[in-house]
């Protein structure tokens, strides 16, 4: 069960507080950050903001005070002495904006991903159309594992994150089909060349390295997938990775 140090919702009319409602299956859209230190940084907070307001549009639920009805309500409810390892979440459909602060959980060392038959509906935004991916995260412990989305014996991303995959000292990238999140687009500005190509499962076995980015697990290394019998060659790229990420996060502005 996951705890929450704050969940709150918002009739998105008048602001007014309502019922909590996690909003998962609605029509709508979400964005998850990482909400660290007790100044309460949060990492690519205006790219994560401005993807929201770009990804409501698309779904006919935008209002144009929708930006600053967000800012006051993280400033009303964020406190600045409390120190944060938090993941925070918003979500909105065309009633309710939702506001929720859960524990930022750290990926273990002997992190396996389990490869399961599924595909994000829409992809291309952060939709709300989660349930079926929730069920299958939830019988897992989310700092040893995580899923891999398969469709057509092509792995997409993870239930949580994005993918890059390592062979001959070069980095791939599932070609479509996979919502490209604001971690991915991070390092997309950092490294010179992400060749994007169809990641076949029955490929999998020809990478050194697979490599988790998002919000919630940050940079973190695959050791196995167990269900092929893969196992991690390197941690070369983990590194170079993970030191473009620190730099990011050592440059952090705070929010308030």
Not at 4 to 23: A, G, P, R
Not at 118 to 144: A, G, M
Request: charged fraction near 30%; hydrophobic fraction near 35%; glycine fraction near 4%.
């Amino acid at each position: 069960m996951v705890n929450y140090l704050l969940k709150k919702s918002y009739q998105l009319k008048d602001l007014k507080e309502i019922k909590f409602k996690d909003l998962w299956g609605d029509h709508g859209v979400f964005t998850t950050m990482w909400i660290f230190d007790d100044q309460s940084k949060i990492l690519f907070f205006n790219e994560h903001i401005n993807n929201l307001i770009k990804s409501s549009k698309a779904y006919s639920i935008f209002k144009k005070s929708l930006k600053s009805d967000i800012l006051n309500l993280l400033k009303n409810n964020l406190k600045s002495k409390i120190k944060y390892n938090h993941l925070l979440r918003i979500a909105v459909n065309k009633k309710i904006l939702s506001i929720s602060v859960r524990k930022r959980i750290k990926p273990k060392s002997n992190f396996d991903l389990k490869l399961v038959k599924l595909k994000r509906q829409k992809p291309e935004f952060k939709n709300l159309k989660y349930r079926e991916i929730l069920r299958h995260l939830t019988k897992l412990d989310n700092s040893k594992a995580d899923i891999g989305l398969c469709s057509n014996n092509k792995i997409l991303e993870t239930g949580t994150s994005n993918l890059f995959f390592i062979k001959d000292n070069k980095i791939f990238s599932p070609k479509n089909n996979f919502y490209k999140g604001i971690t991915y687009k991070f390092f997309e500005s950092k490294i010179k060349k992400i060749i994007k190509k169809d990641i076949f499962v029955h490929s999998l076995k020809e990478f050194d390295e697979i490599i988790l980015i998002g919000s919630g697990k940050g940079v973190t290394s695959v050791k196995t997938i167990n269900q092929i019998k893969w196992k991690r060659k390197s941690l070369k790229h983990y590194n170079i990775l993970l030191k473009y990420y620190k730099t990011a996060v050592n440059k952090c502005q705070r929010f308030m």
